[in-house]
């Protein structure tokens, strides 16, 4: 009578290679798939400013309202 092995067996070289197999399929499938380029929206991003020539870019944006709210809590 054999007794069943109810705990973790070690790894086999069978496993490794399919494991290997496996991995190397999914690559070679993402590089053939095509590519898939997302469109931006044109609603999500509010006009921006033109950047000034000399620096001095900054400007009190809603986002930079919202850090200064939570910096201060």
Do not use: C, I
């Amino acid at each position: 009578m054999q007794d069943s092995h109810s705990g973790p067996q070690p790894a086999s070289r069978r496993g490794f290679f399919f494991g290997a197999a496996t991995v190397g399929a999914a690559a070679a499938a993402v590089t053939v798939l095509p590519k898939v380029v997302e469109t931006p929206a044109a609603s999500a991003a509010p006009d921006l400013k033109p950047a000034p020539e000399k620096g001095g870019g900054y400007s009190l944006s809603e986002h930079v309202k919202r850090y200064y709210k939570t910096t201060s809590a």
